[in-house]
């Protein structure tokens, strides 16, 4: 029998995704098994018998993870739901974190816009990604050579604690998108401070808002918002609110809404240098009356809201 | 899929489990390979190749089957045939049946 026939073109694919110490002893049972049959078929010649039995034989993967007794699957039924779960926690409360704190970061260094948006969307693909990279690869080799079925296995085991609450996924989204907004908002004020965005036709860089409020009433409105997105992590973290998550979530609430609405009733909102270059614009005064109430029923709105969850 | 194929599928799943049963009752006398695939398929037990080759090893690194190399004609073969254990295992597997079939010919007479 020469190196190149089929017959031995196939065993060598077989053994060799098998452990070293079984591979001559299957390739030999094979290569005479695979000789009988070829023989029982065709006694004569050996021209499409040997074809029509190894294609009966089939793929040389399959048949060696049968004789290796090994999983056809890269994550398995028992590893399966802990995999899944895990999954979910990562993209869905760990990624928007990450993401949030990058756009942080990005603002303080005063980056443009358009920079914070292009790094955000990386940071969702490349992290996202990532999680998933190595959290298959983690579990694809636990699968591969972790302890074979049996209840060793610590992560298979279910109880009915592990139900979420019922009304637990809308109210999850919701938090998580509370929590984008306010660090949004909170991004943005940051970064028309440090950044300076708007550039006069003198080549002079201004900020939107009135510079004074860094001595005054801007802090307030910052930490307010920096409660808000910490309140939203800890919510998606625990799962629901709680007496204690709901009590500051409206203190941090009246934390950033009291201060601006004084800010946009006092108009003490826009830098003035700003307003003047955009041609003297004067904004009515229904427009601060509006925003400034608007501010206030929106943070009593979220409020209410999450009350209204806390109870349910 | 059609009752024909569900009745097919269904009794894949009844059989899978009887290839052991057979093979332990028919390795009482040692055979190789191919003859015992000819000998369980003429028996009216189907079953493949390739997922008979692999069991037969299977079950000789559980200790239920012992096997040797037999060179005494042109091409070697190896013959498998049951261990002491695999003789007990093969025992109560027989009473495991003969009582599923009881249960199941009552329940279907009831039926």
């Given at each position: 029998?020469?190196?190149?026939?089929?017959t031995?073109?196939?065993?060598?694919?077989?053994?060799?995704?098998?452990?070293?110490?079984?591979?001559?002893?299957?390739?030999?049972?094979?290569?005479?098994?695979?000789?009988?049959?070829?023989?029982?078929?065709?006694?004569?010649?050996?021209?499409?018998?040997?074809?029509?039995?190894?294609?009966?034989?089939?793929?040389?993967?399959?048949?060696?993870?049968?004789?290796?007794?090994?999983?056809?699957?890269?994550?398995?039924?028992?590893?399966?739901?802990?995999?899944?779960?895990l999954?979910?926690?990562?993209?869905?409360?760990?990624?928007?974190?990450?993401?949030?704190?990058?756009?942080?970061?990005?603002?303080?260094?005063?980056?443009?816009?358009?920079?914070?948006?292009?790094?955000?969307?990386?940071?969702?693909?490349?992290?996202?990604?990532?999680?998933i990279?190595?959290?298959?690869?983690?579990?694809?080799?636990?699968?591969?050579?972790g302890?074979?079925?049996?209840?060793?296995?610590?992560?298979?085991?279910?109880?009915?604690?592990?139900?979420?609450?019922?009304?637990?996924?809308?109210?999850?989204?919701?938090?998580?998108?509370?929590?984008?907004?306010?660090?949004?908002?909170?991004?943005?004020?940051?970064?028309?401070?440090?950044?300076?965005?708007?550039?006069?036709?003198?080549?002079?860089?201004?900020?939107?808002?009135?510079?004074?409020?860094?001595?005054?009433?801007?802090?307030?409105?910052?930490?307010?918002?920096?409660?808000l997105?910490?309140?939203?992590?800890?919510?998606?973290?625990?799962?629901?609110?709680t007496?204690?998550?709901?009590?500051?979530?409206?203190?941090?609430?009246?934390?950033?809404?009291?201060?601006?609405?004084?800010?946009?009733?006092?108009?003490?909102?826009?830098?003035?240098?700003?307003l003047?270059?955009?041609?003297?614009?004067?904004?009515?005064?229904?427009?601060?009356?509006?925003?400034?109430?608007?501010?206030?029923?929106?943070?009593?709105?979220?409020?209410?809201?999450?009350?209204?969850?806390?109870?349910? | 899929?059609?009752?024909?194929?569900?009745?097919?599928?269904?009794?894949?799943?009844?059989?899978?489990?009887?290839?052991?049963?057979?093979?332990?009752?028919?390795?009482?006398?040692?055979?190789?390979?191919?003859?015992?695939?000819?000998?369980?398929?003429?028996?009216?037990?189907t079953?493949?190749?390739?997922?008979?080759?692999?069991?037969?090893?299977?079950?000789?690194?559980?200790?239920?089957?012992?096997?040797?190399?037999?060179?005494?004609?042109?091409?070697?073969?190896?013959?498998?045939?049951?261990?002491?254990?695999?003789?007990?295992?093969?025992?109560?597997?027989?009473?495991?049946w003969?009582?599923?079939?009881?249960?199941?010919?009552?329940?279907?007479?009831?039926?």
């Open positions: 029998m020469t190196p190149t026939t089929l031995e073109r196939y065993v060598h694919e077989v053994v060799r995704r098998i452990p070293a110490d079984q591979r001559d002893d299957v390739a030999a049972e094979l290569r005479a098994t695979i000789a009988d049959t070829i023989d029982a078929r065709d006694p004569d010649g050996r021209g499409a018998a040997e074809r029509e039995v190894l294609t009966e034989m089939g793929d040389p993967i399959r048949l060696a993870a049968r004789y290796a007794d090994r999983p056809l699957a890269l994550i398995g039924p028992d590893l399966y739901p802990a995999y899944i779960r999954l979910g926690v990562l993209l869905a409360a760990v990624l928007p974190v990450v993401t949030v704190i990058s756009v942080v970061v990005d603002v303080l260094d005063g980056d443009s816009l358009g920079a914070v948006i292009g790094a955000a969307l990386g940071t969702v693909l490349t992290v996202g990604a990532q999680f990279a190595w959290l298959t690869l983690v579990f694809a080799l636990a699968e591969r050579f302890k074979r079925r049996g209840a060793a296995r610590g992560a298979g085991s279910w109880t009915p604690d592990q139900l979420p609450e019922a009304a637990d996924s809308g109210s999850r989204t919701a938090a998580i998108g509370g929590l984008a907004v306010d660090a949004l908002i909170l991004g943005l004020i940051v970064w028309q401070h440090t950044a300076k965005p708007y550039v006069t036709d003198g080549g002079e860089r201004l900020s939107v808002l009135d510079p004074a409020l860094w001595t005054g009433w801007m802090w307030p409105v910052l930490a307010g918002l920096a409660g997105v910490v309140l939203g992590v800890l919510r998606t973290a625990t799962g629901r609110w007496t204690p998550l709901v009590a500051a979530y409206a203190a941090a609430n009246a934390l950033f809404a009291l201060p601006m609405a004084w800010i946009l009733h006092s108009r003490q909102f826009f830098d003035s240098d700003f003047a270059d955009l041609g003297g614009l004067v904004a009515p005064d229904a427009f601060y009356t509006v925003t400034a109430l608007g501010v206030l029923a929106v943070s009593a709105h979220d409020v209410y809201k999450r009350v209204r969850e806390w109870r349910a | 899929m059609t009752s024909e194929e569900l009745i097919l599928t269904q009794a894949q799943e009844l059989r899978r489990g009887t290839v052991v049963l057979a093979c332990l009752a028919l390795l009482e006398e040692p055979q190789y390979g191919y003859a015992l695939l000819e000998t369980l398929n003429d028996a009216g037990v079953v493949d190749g390739n997922t008979l080759y692999p069991l037969l090893r299977r079950l000789e690194k559980q200790g239920l089957l012992t096997s040797e190399w037999n060179t005494d004609e042109s091409r070697p073969r190896k013959f498998y045939r049951v261990s002491p254990e695999g003789s007990q295992v093969r025992a109560r597997l027989v009473r495991e003969r009582d599923l079939v009881t249960s199941i010919s009552r329940l279907t007479k009831e039926a």
